[in-house]
């Protein structure tokens, strides 16, 4: 069985996350999330969810792409993620580029082109634009 694992935050889950979802499934037949959570975001990547990690977590795990979503909880745990859990593959989006070549020690790495024009942030622009003119 060939595991594949990527993590994020994954907060308004948007068609974005999706098809980087899809496209990591398709590499293996296994896929892991770490969910970055709520004090994780906070913490190191100053990021407010809008969804709390419960909410965020129960997204994923109804995505028929999604076999296991864990906790994301410091930038550290990676390597023994993918020790613990036998993963093959490691995935993340071209916005990471380079940034996690150290795993190649440990697994093949894979970045993935991010699908424009979507964010969460634009999403949240969207909406106060949308409330400002009502
Ligand atoms: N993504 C994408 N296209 C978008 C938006 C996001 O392909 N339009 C991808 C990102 O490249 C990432 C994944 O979806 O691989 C999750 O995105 P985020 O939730 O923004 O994750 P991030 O905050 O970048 O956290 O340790 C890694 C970090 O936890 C990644």
Not at 10 to 16: P, Q, T, V
Not at 55 to 67: A, N
């Amino acid at each position: 069985m060939k595991k594949i694992i990527t993590y994020g935050t994954f907060d308004l889950l948007h068609y974005g996350h999706i098809q980087l979802l899809k496209r990591a499934k398709a590499m293996g037949d296994y896929l892991i999330v770490g969910l970055s959570t709520d004090e994780f975001n906070w913490n190191e990547k100053q990021k407010e969810c809008y969804f709390n990690y419960d909410k965020r977590k129960m997204l994923l795990e109804s995505l028929r792409y999604v076999d296991l979503v864990i906790p994301e909880e410091n930038w550290e745990q990676k390597v023994n993620d993918i020790k613990e859990f036998r993963v093959d593959t490691f995935v993340m989006g071209d916005d990471w580029e380079g940034k996690f070549d150290y795993l190649k020690e440990f697994c093949e790495v894979v970045y993935l082109s991010r699908t424009p024009e979507i964010s969460t942030t634009q999403i949240k622009e969207m909406k106060k634009n949308e409330n400002k003119d009502k």
